[in-house]
């Protein structure tokens, strides 16, 4: 006879734990969520094994793409200008093989190149406009000087010489001298040099005196200069020039040297009259000079 007793069931449970899992499973149905998911084999949907089923996937944005592009190309190439500019000022192949000089009249060229012999297999970024000055403070007569690279190994070297205004007698000798009074060279034969005479020097005339003498001097054109024999100053105030065909210059003071000059050689290139010659050109007031 068949059974008339109906199968039974048991909960999920009873107690704290139930009404929990209860309290859970109903407050599930309060949250949205969105997820990606792979369709099933049967046509459904399926999340990916551990993959949180609410995230959502977006893509980068291109303009922070191309940014990311430009700063990392640009980290590349400062790299390597960064590895050439290295190799550039170790490398032996941009050492100093060659200097050209220019620039030179009293010197000779070989006398400088002489001088900056230890800048030979120095790398041509190395050296600089000071390391050329120091090696060439030996010889007096360079005033300035500059350089210049060009490579893979010459070496440029632009000298500024003093320029000679006047020379000291000094015994039998005549010493070269510049605005400052600074010997450039010496010479026992004053008519080789187309420069006026001081006698003495500042040694015997006093340093004043010879600084007005000397700033004089170098206001004056080559070919005015030429002209000269001999320079003298009672004070600062009375600068005197002698020609070598004997007349006098009165210079005056220091005062507006480069109009004086101007003033001076024009007289000079004026026609001579063999009846009344000139004897004494005064520029002392270059605005009114004065023959006689």
Same mark, same amino acid.
């Given at each position: 006879m068949a059974s008339t007793r109906r199968p039974t069931y048991k909960t999920g449970g009873s107690g704290p734990s139930a009404k929990a899992k209860t309290e859970a499973g109903a407050g599930r149905h309060d949250v949205i969520s969105a997820s +990606?998911?792979?369709?099933?084999?049967?046509?459904?949907?399926? !999340? !990916?094994?551990?993959?949180?089923?609410?995230?959502?996937?977006?893509?980068?944005?291109?303009? +922070?793409?191309?940014?990311?592009?430009?700063?990392?190309? !640009?980290?590349?190439?400062? !790299?390597?200008?960064?590895?050439?500019?290295?190799? =550039?000022?170790?490398?032996?192949?941009? =050492?100093?093989?060659?200097?050209?000089?220019? *620039?030179?009249?009293?010197?000779?060229?070989?006398?400088?190149?002489?001088?900056?012999?230890?800048?030979?297999?120095?790398?041509?970024?190395? /050296?600089?406009?000071?390391?050329?000055?120091?090696?060439?403070?030996?010889?007096?007569?360079?005033?300035?000087?500059?350089?210049?690279?060009?490579?893979?190994?010459?070496?440029?070297?632009?000298?500024?010489?003093?320029?000679?205004?006047?020379? /000291?007698?000094?015994?039998?000798?005549?010493?070269?001298?510049?605005?400052? *009074?600074?010997?450039? *060279?010496?010479?026992?034969?004053? =008519?080789?040099?187309?420069?006026?005479?001081?006698?003495?020097?500042? *040694? /015997?005339?006093? +340093?004043?005196?010879?600084?007005?003498?000397?700033?004089?001097?170098?206001?004056?054109?080559?070919?005015?200069?030429?002209?000269?024999?001999?320079?003298? =100053?009672k004070s600062v105030d009375a600068v005197e020039l002698k020609l070598v065909d004997g007349q006098t210059i009165v210079w005056g003071n220091a005062g507006e040297k480069e109009l004086k000059a101007k003033v001076l050689s024009a007289l000079l +290139?004026?026609?001579?009259?063999?009846?009344?010659?000139?004897?004494?050109?005064?520029?002392?007031?270059?605005?009114?000079?004065?023959?006689?």
């Amino acid at each position: 006879m068949a059974s008339t007793r109906r199968p039974t069931y048991k909960t999920g449970g009873s107690g704290p734990s139930a009404k929990a899992k209860t309290e859970a499973g109903a407050g599930r149905h309060d949250v949205i969520s969105a997820s +990606k998911a792979a369709p099933s084999a049967e046509g459904g949907s399926a !999340a !990916a094994p551990g993959t949180p089923d609410n995230v959502l996937s977006f893509p980068e944005p291109k303009g +922070k793409r191309i940014r990311r592009n430009i700063i990392v190309a !640009a980290s590349i190439v400062a !790299a390597i200008v960064a590895g050439l500019l290295v190799a =550039a000022v170790y490398s032996p192949l941009f =050492a100093v093989r060659t200097v050209a000089v220019d *620039g030179t009249r009293m010197l000779t060229p070989v006398q400088v190149q002489v001088a900056l012999e230890p800048l030979h297999g120095k790398p041509l970024p190395q /050296v600089s406009d000071d390391d050329v000055r120091k090696l060439l403070e030996p010889l007096v007569q360079v005033k300035a000087v500059t350089s210049e690279a060009r490579p893979p190994s010459v070496l440029v070297v632009h000298v500024q010489e003093r320029t000679p205004v006047a020379l /000291v007698k000094q015994g039998e000798v005549f010493q070269l001298v510049d605005v400052d *009074g600074v010997q450039l *060279g010496t010479t026992q034969d004053p =008519a080789s040099v187309q420069l006026p005479v001081i006698d003495g020097g500042a *040694g /015997v005339i006093g +340093k004043d005196l010879f600084k007005a003498i000397t700033a004089v001097l170098a206001a004056l054109p080559a070919d005015v200069l030429a002209k000269l024999s001999d320079a003298s =100053a009672k004070s600062v105030d009375a600068v005197e020039l002698k020609l070598v065909d004997g007349q006098t210059i009165v210079w005056g003071n220091a005062g507006e040297k480069e109009l004086k000059a101007k003033v001076l050689s024009a007289l000079l +290139k004026a026609p001579a009259n063999p009846k009344n010659p000139v004897q004494i050109y005064d520029v002392s007031v270059p605005r009114h000079p004065v023959t006689r």
